[in-house]
């Protein structure tokens, strides 16, 4: 069985439509991280896509939590406050209804679990080692599958102990990067954004995940930005949203 591992959509129907080009054939089954909307300019035809994929799981983000009213948005900066806001007038009723009973993470699938954050926090940000060290803890099986920091990437404790940190790099544009999973370690994967990536490469980023064989495979695709940013700029969402989009920051 493989699995297709999309996470931080973010209303960027684009980016989730050349993910999906890429992907096809790669996987049988989907699942979903959280942040299907927040910032982007499609938050009801990205939630309407990603129902037709019908995911095995999706656990809530905290700008899914923000944008059907469950949050108050009041924790983020102005300009996420303001795309929430602006998300949760535009949310057609049933798709409010769907956000609104998304679970929280972590769900386990088999062999392994998807949270948002962490799984000591579903809104906790993962960028330090000593950080993934408290949540790989707790963990009772080996693929914890993470979204919420939009890098690519993730963390491994190895059997000894060591942690180590998960670098993915896609030199000169190179589209996939492997990931062979060793026995006896635990790991926090995270597939990174598809619809606002922050780790310096504006490409949509996505995963693919075959427990028979112990392999991730991470993916970077391109995608229109300029059409994403035109429709942000039409709606009205803060300048500093589209521009990002353009540096992968």
């Given at each position: 069985m493989r699995y297709l591992i999309l996470s931080d959509i973010h209303s960027n129907l684009e980016a989730l439509e050349a993910?999906?080009?890429?992907?096809?054939?790669?996987?049988?089954?989907?699942?979903?991280?959280?942040?299907?909307?927040?910032?982007?300019?499609?938050?009801?035809?990205?939630?309407?896509?990603?129902?037709?994929?019908?995911p095995v799981a999706t656990v809530r983000g905290n700008h899914d939590k923000a944008s059907c009213g469950i949050d108050s948005a009041e924790e983020f900066n102005a300009a996420a406050r303001q795309a929430a806001l602006w998300t949760r007038e535009q949310l057609r009723a049933e798709n409010l209804s769907y956000l609104r009973q998304l679970p929280s993470g972590p769900i386990r699938l088999n062999t392994f679990q998807i949270v948002h954050g962490s799984l000591r926090d579903e809104d906790e940000y993962l960028f330090q080692p000593r950080e993934a060290y408290e949540s790989l803890k707790l963990a009772e099986i080996s693929f914890t599958f993470c979204g919420h920091t939009h890098f690519q990437g993730g963390f491994a404790l190895k059997e000894s102990g060591r942690?180590?940190?998960?670098?993915?790099?896609?030199?000169?544009?190179?589209?996939m990067a492997e990931l062979k999973l060793e026995a006896g370690a635990r790991y926090l994967i995270n597939p990174g954004s598809i619809g606002q990536p922050r780790d310096g490469d504006a490409r949509a980023a996505f995963a693919c995940f075959d427990p028979d064989r112990q392999q991730v495979e991470y993916w970077r695709v391109p995608y229109d930005v300029r059409a994403t940013q035109a429709k942000m700029r039409a709606a009205g969402l803060p300048e500093s949203l589209a521009v990002r989009l353009s540096f992968g920051r």
């Open positions: 993910v999906l080009g890429q992907a096809q054939a790669r996987y049988e089954q989907v699942v979903c991280l959280g942040d299907v909307v927040g910032y982007g300019p499609n938050p009801n035809e990205v939630i309407d896509r990603l129902q037709e994929l019908k942690m180590e940190i998960l670098r993915v790099s896609h030199a000169r544009g190179v589209a």
